[in-house]
């Protein structure tokens, strides 16, 4: 009883004061741990214990890619999607971007009802000189070539703006065509396809 008394709080008046003997035998005991990492790892697989070990290298991007045969599939089906991505990007482009004397020029054809029509849109460029007067357009579907091929001429003008739309009514009822731009000092063709 006596013992007990030496362990637990005295009082006095308001304040409890405690033992310090009481407070050196907790700071002194042994934490009990339930979790072993050394036995979990004894009683795993060979490769869980390589990958703790500290010895073990990190996986390089090569092995990462190419380590397993699922890996190498997936990294080469991605390259043969983005490859063919690009193809039918390049090749189905509904709305093409000239250069033209400084300036750029968007052009695109498209299709209401039994209509073709082409948008040219031009934007000057920021820095430098841009070409500003006549632009001759030339339009063309295209077609067999036994067939003797039609071509529709225009003309437009290209002002000091820094953005300008142009619309032209088409007399062809196509899908595919060909365009030549045409200033004083330059020339550009770009097959086209209607939208």
Do not use: C, W
Request: charged share 25%; glycine share 4%; aromatic share 8%.
């Amino acid at each position: 009883m006596a013992e007990s008394e030496e362990n637990s709080p005295e009082t006095t008046g308001n304040k409890q004061q405690y033992n310090p003997v009481s407070l050196d035998e907790n700071i002194e005991r042994e934490p009990v741990y339930y979790y072993s990492r050394e036995h979990r790892l004894s009683r795993a697989s060979a490769a869980v214990r390589e990958l703790n070990d500290s010895t073990s290298g990190k996986m390089s991007l090569t092995k990462r890619l190419f380590g397993t045969r699922s890996n190498a599939m997936l990294f080469i089906m991605i390259i043969i999607i983005f490859v063919m991505l690009n193809f039918v990007s390049k090749y189905t482009q509904t709305n093409t971007g000239v250069n033209l004397g400084g300036n750029t020029v968007k052009l695109t054809i498209q299709k209401e009802e039994e209509l073709s029509i082409l948008d040219i849109v031009k934007q000057r460029a920021k820095t430098g000189n841009a070409f500003m007067g006549e632009v001759e357009i030339a339009v063309s579907p295209v077609k067999n070539k036994s067939e003797t091929p039609l071509v529709f001429f225009h003309r437009i003008i290209f002002s000091p703006a820094d953005n300008e739309s142009f619309q032209i009514l088409l007399p062809f009822n196509e899908n595919e065509f060909i365009l030549l731009l045409k200033t004083a000092d330059e020339q550009k063709s770009v097959k086209l396809n209607a939208k």
